[in-house]
């Protein structure tokens, strides 16, 4: 079902498939990204980064380095240190080194930085300089990291063991009852492994100090430009750097997915160079830079427990999980929040009683814990509950569909309030979860399977019946380092009836400059082509958070709705002093005002327009405007049902995956065609931690997969088609009836992935794999199993 | 990923990259299609400080069939050998081993030279060239030497190539009547090194028992592996089910794979087995078809 459509193609409101305006500049070649920006006499910043996962720095030789043609400065930890400026904060208020002084915490950490006139030299410059480092005890295993004499890391901040924090939601005693209560307990461990945003854009910035007027413009890689110039006054406030002075520009970016939200410390070095200096500063990072050092997702350990009643009922859900974040919690989470939006985790189904904690550790690794395409931390926590649902169907010997559909929150329960203190907006499970079996044959493949697994093959059929929660804040509930999480839209209608609409948030890919105009063409009938959107100027976009989370359509896109409601009302006024009618006389249609009862006396949005700068009622402001900080009432709770069938080769362990059905409901849809694209990116990048992804690092903290010949991304070969559909359950309280649909399939793709291998497996006993599932796992499991 | 400074050179006759070879010694190296050289130098694992690009070399880029043997130049690029209509009718082994190489991006510039003189246990041609008991022709200060595929490996980026030498073509026996190859990949996405792979070549006498049998083994040693018991064990035998299966049993055994991220040395063994089975029931297949 597309939603309706109010208006015609020419004005290319809501619903339409309206080709992506921002694409003949990509297409063209004609995107202008951080690296693409050069400006007079600027200079080139490379990082020396550490061998050791942790050592001593015992000294810093930068002799050869500087007595190279073209180096023109070497910056260490100490030399930060005189201004204070060799720490700085997380935006989970832990805190980070820009430069060390003292010990290096992960391999490749920034040891010391060369700024060079030619990135070249600068390249060079690195090799040459001499770091003596004392190897310390690395402490790798987070569960080794709680050990009484695991050594101990964060000595700098007073502390005696490795525990950052604990955390917990939910009712433990009532939760307990129901457990000890049950007629049926399943319990198993999951470890969601760390992963990697890896954009195809690396993260990088050009800092420009001007000594003269004592401002600072930084280009940068950053999907929250606003809170990164807030940060910058709050740390460098006291080296001068006031926030009227500081302009953040985030050009064109290839790719953030959670990644570019975090202020990396080369940025600040960069930052630091330029202040020093006087000069234009770039740095841009390599991909084994990035992929080694930036802040990385997941990497949860979880234990799980659903009990049930012998008839399929869940009654409570318990989850017990150790949280690894490196050496500093990096995450870039809510501030009320450090294990993000786990809470989620009872998932799409109606569970009385439930009990999450999470305890978060510091090891040598590199810090983090972002939000990769996913609203801080739901991955893990759709994961949990999708594995779970099928683990325990197995042991009831109920099939996973039918165990869905006994246990599914019912239409009628929305608003729904979830045992961990959620009210879930609106959903129809069953619906999504009916659809996407009709599409994919659900039936006639349980029947399918049974010959097969007759015959010895090995054939799986696994299902997600995933919901998301996005769209932060209501500011009440959700702020980054104080900074509460509404979003904004400034909207101003030239004299001719055009547009320009600026945006708090910064679009990555998702299609903004699209979308945002869709909306703005919906209300006030102005068409899309002619409404120019613009974000990632601080200077000139208003304030706002940011976009993650998949929050810009249920915050900028709902700011942009009530920003072109305000022009309306106006535009109104001026309609009525035009035709010479009252207000109440008149109706509107997609960009005009008619006369009730009189149709042929009209005037359009551009007459108005026009009128706002040439005629305009007397005693009225002139022009037409309207600026707007949404505040959202409540989070959106986006959901859809995924069915995954694989074949897999028992000679090889390849797991084929010959069809993926994906049902997603998102409410109304801006533009379907966009919401298909962000579907099969996302379902793309739900498939590769699935099966191939993960950050592992040996016993020394040496990164095993520190390039792409050893990280593992999928390319078009590998990828399946993706079969998408959808059901439209609108969102009450979203001015637009919208939710997010970002991140939906990252987060609910891996489980129908991992719950179909494993159903292909459930004869030899298999209950669980964790991802990633490569053709060695799998062959392992056959072997150990005595099938092969 | 920048390498350090370096200067280039692109002759325009063998003699004359013969003689920038010999003038700078070890700090020199050839470059073909770049594509396993410019990696090693941006990781700054290899350094030298003189290339000496073939491209301009005339010559080293036909393919051709002449005196009983498929001739191939050093610098024919692999979509070269993918797009040739000889190479895709007659060497099935080696058009599917040159369309598992890499990508379409690698494989527009890699050479088949490039391939086997690098060494590198991973790449997919030196399995292939030893199945088909290919010469490898090298041309150095002391003249032209031709050295067979199966005695060119010698250790890990290794060849018998000496540091003044050229390698300017590849010659292949050409393949009697009812002949087949096949080759055999298991690799974890596009791009990526084999896990393990088989390369089998074979041919069938009047009789229908094996009057050839070549075997090669990628990325299971620190060499390519040429696998001569299997390959004796079916050498004038007919090609049953259980000879076949006997014969992959003796390539999983004479292997010697290391454990790593794409699995354990058991898994690979166990791997080699299997791929042998594949790749050598396809061979079977082309061959009695044809
Ligand atoms: C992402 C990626 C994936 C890859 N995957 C695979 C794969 O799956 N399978 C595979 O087989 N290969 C793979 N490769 C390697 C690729 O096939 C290379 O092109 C090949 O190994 C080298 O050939 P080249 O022409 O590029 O040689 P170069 O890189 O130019 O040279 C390689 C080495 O050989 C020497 N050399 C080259 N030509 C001669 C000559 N005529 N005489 C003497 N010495 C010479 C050079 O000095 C150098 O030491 C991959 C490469 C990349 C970048």
Known sequence: MEAEVRTP?????????????????????????????????????????SPFAHARIKSINAERALAMDGVVAVITGKDLEKYNLHWMPTLMGDTQMVLPTDRVMYQAQEVAAVIATDRYIAADAVEAIEVE???????????????????????????????????????????ERAFQEADVVVKQQIYIPRIHVASIETCGCIADYDPVEGKLTVYMTTQAPHVVRTALAMVAGHVGLSEEKIRVISPDIGGGFGGKVPIYPGYVIAIAASVLLGKPVKWIEDRSENLQADSFARDYHITAELAATKEGKITALRIKTLADHGYTDAAANPSKFPAGLFSICTGSYDIKHAFVEVDAVYTNKPPGGIAYRCSFRVTEAVHAIERMVDVLAQKLGMDPAELRFKNFIQPD???????????????NYPAALRKAMDLIGYEELRREQAERRARGELMGIGISSFTEIVGAGPSRHFD?????????????????????????????????????????????GIPAEHVQVEEGDTDTAPYGLGTYASRSTPTAGAAAAMAARKVREKARKIAAYLLEVSEEDLEWEPGVFRVKGAPDKSVTIQDIALAAYTNHPPGMEAGLEAVHYYDPPNLTFPFGSYICVVDIDKGTGQVKIRRFVAVDDCGHVINPMIVEGQIHGGLTMGFAPAMMEELVYDEEGNILTGSFMDYLLPTAVETPRWE????????PHHPLGAKGVGESATVGAPAAIVNAVVDALSPYGVTHIDIPITPYKVWKILHEKGVV | MIPPPFTYAAPTSLEEALALLQQHGPMAKILAGGHSLLPMMKLRLLEPEVLIDLRRVPGLDEIREENGYLHLGAMVREVELEEHPLIREKYPLLYETTRWIADPQVRNMGTIGGNLAHGDPGNDHPATMMAYDAQLVAVGPRGERVIPAREFFLDFYTTALEPDEILTAIRIPIPPPRSGGAYEKLERKVGDYATAAVAVQLSLAEDGTLSYVGIGLTNVAHVPLFAARSCAHLQGQRPTPERIDEAAQMASEDCNPRSDLRGSAEYKRAMVRELTRRAFRRALERAQGG
């Open chain 1, 133 to 175: 480092y004392e190897p310390l005890e690395p402490v790798i295993d987070p569960f080794r990291a709680l050990e009484p004499d695991a050594p101990v890391l964060r000595t700098d901040k007073g502390k005696t063991d490795n525990h950052i924090w604990h955390w917990e939601v939910g009712d433990r005693e009532a939760t």
């Open chain 1, 9 to 49: 193609p020419t004005i290319c409101g809501m619903g339409h498939r309206m080709k992506r305006k921002e694409d003949a500049r990509f297409l063209f070649g004609k995107g202008r990204y951080v690296d693409d920006i050069k400006l007079p006499g600027m200079l080139y910043m490379d990082i020396v980064r």
């Open chain 1, 480 to 524: 980054i380092l104080g900074i509460k999480m509404f979003d904004s839209c400034e909207l101003r209608i030239h004299p001719t009836g055009k547009a320009i609409a600026r945006f708090g948030t910064k679009s990555q890919g998702q299609g903004h400059e699209t979308t945002y105009a869709q909306i703005i063409a919906e209300e006030l």
């Open chain 1, 413 to 427: 329960q929305f608003p729904y309030k979830s045992a961990l203190g959620w009210e879930y907006d609106s959903g």
């Open chain 1, 724 to 731: 998408t559909a959808r059901t439209v359950t609108p969102s």
